[in-house]
T-cell receptor, first 109, second 114 residues
């Protein structure tokens, strides 16, 4: 069974702080995606990383794919209340997308 | 962009009855559709993968006789929860994928069995 462990599980911070979420696995994935999910909705894609060592930036969000394509991180700079949500990494294996355990982020004003 | 419509968005049913959830790709033909289940404060767990015209492939631990999946066309997949019980109450999410494209998720269906 492929497992994608995310840490931390919960994160509660104040607006303006920086944070990093980690996604680790013992398996190699052909690509890895990060999603954000709001309560009662489906997950929304933030980014896809494909190449080992790849770094992608999306405004205040920086995503990194590990060299061995087994792990990834999401860094948010100067968090805002609008960043609150459930962050999920998902690894692609053949046609399947396997989701990580999730990180629930709460940003307080 | 690719849009996936899931219906209904919420449903309440009595224990022992069956419930059908529809997942439609509105502007593309999906080679594969996926069904996930999400319990409160947890992540998405893949239940099954379905390809049009063939039997669904279920993940380990998912009862195929309880969760019937039909993928009759390239734009429609249905999940039927048979003889539902309170422990089946969950958030069910579908995803559709077109060959060489990414995954598009529906907005989910909250099932409550009373």
């Amino acid at each position: 069974t492929q497992l994608l462990e995310q840490s931390p599980q919960f994160l509660s911070i104040q607006e303006g702080e920086n944070l990093t979420v980690y996604c680790n696995s013992s398996s190699v994935f052909s690509s890895l995606q990060w999603y954000r999910q709001e309560p009662g909705e489906g997950p929304v894609l933030l980014v896809t990383v494909v190449t080992g060592g790849e770094v992608k930036k999306l405004k205040r969000l920086t995503f990194q794919f590990g060299d061995a394509r087994k792990d990834s991180s999401l860094h948010i700079t100067a968090a805002q209340t609008g960043d609150t949500g459930l962050y999920l990494c998902a690894g692609r294996n053949t046609d399947k997308l396997i989701f990580g355990t999730g990180t629930r982020l709460q940003v307080f004003p | 962009g690719a849009v996936v419509s899931q219906h209904p968005s919420w449903v309440i049913c009595k224990s022992g009855t069956s419930v059908k959830i529809e997942c439609r790709s509105l502007d593309f033909q999906a080679t594969t559709m996926f069904w996930y289940r999400q319990f409160p404060k947890q992540s998405l767990m893949l239940m099954a993968t379905s390809n049009e015209g063939s039997k669904a492939t279920y993940e380990q631990g998912v009862e195929k006789d309880k969760f019937l999946i039909n993928h009759a066309s390239l734009t429609l997949s249905t999940l039927t929860v048979t003889s539902a019980h309170p422990e089946d109450s969950s958030f069910y999410i579908c995803s559709a994928r077109k060959l060489n494209y990414g995954y598009t998720f529906g907005s989910g269906t909250r099932l409550t069995v009373v």
